[in-house]
């Protein structure tokens, strides 16, 4: 019995031992635990909030606000684990090899999702929107984390990984709400300046499309070789600008010469002397 009572009293002052040393980490640890992921939780609000205020497309904000739940997690969970005296070196050394077999596997498709997460936040583009990239010109139709889809001016269908469509440059004809329509006219040696600034006014009076102000412009370029170039530069709605700009030249093939000018084209003259 007395034999019984001092394996109790071990077994006590082992526990009490253990108690001593591990007590205290061990609620360090569940407090931190708490803390952390009482922070992980507002931390991924705010990420949610912040995504819909700058209109990030609805389909990544579930994504990203997962992925940054999850890092966060992970980190949290290692900090307990060390706390309690886990060593976690062996650990977070295989998970580094293993995520860098996996992005360098994964490398072409991890760029290209990059380059959406990039394009869906910082929204150089939006769908609907006319822009030229990567040798293609045509509009926007849909924008993936993967892939942007475009419809060229012919209504051909173009897929554009989004890696280099992020990193590369790009014009887009429609994030301002004018644009400037350029012409260059030409008119012969000989036929009056004057008659085609007045030509060019009434056509441009003529068309409600065009906006007076920025005023239009119109200016001598050039002394070709055969003919005098002018200028001619006027502002539009963006969605205005094909329309104005074909029936401008139009106007000007056809009603030149009511304005006594003539349209030249190339010549030469030959000079034959006899011998």
Known sequence: MEGQVEAVGKYVEKLIDLGIVWGPKLIGAIIVLIVGLWIVKAITKAVGRTLERRKVDPSLVPFLKSLTNILLKVLVIITVMSM??????????ILGA?????????????????????????????????????GYMGTVKAI????????????KVIIIPNGPL?????????REPLRRVDWKFGIAYGDDMGNLKKAITD?????????K??????????????????????????????????DMNEKVYKRFKDYNLNIPFPQMDVHVHNQ
């Open 144 to 155: 993936s984390i993967f892939t942007t889809v475009m419809n060229t001016v012919d209504n």
């Open 166 to 174: 992020s990193t590369g440059s790009l014009t887009n004809f429609s």
């Open 213 to 246: 102000d920025p005023a239009v412009f119109i200016g001598l370029v050039e002394l070709g070789d055969s003919s005098v170039n002018f200028a001619v530069r006027a502002w539009v709605n963006a969605a205005d600008y094909w329309g104005v700009f074909f």
């Open 98 to 134: 293993a995520g860098l077999a996996v992005g360098m596997a994964l490398s072409g498709t991890l760029q290209n999702f990059a380059g959406g997460v990039i394009i869906l936040i910082f929204r150089p583009f939006n769908v609907g929107d006319f822009i030229e990239a990567q």
């Open 84 to 93: 309690i005296g886990i060593q976690m070196t062996s650990f977070v050394a």
């Open 203 to 211: 056509f441009v009076n003529e068309d409600q499309r065009i906006l």
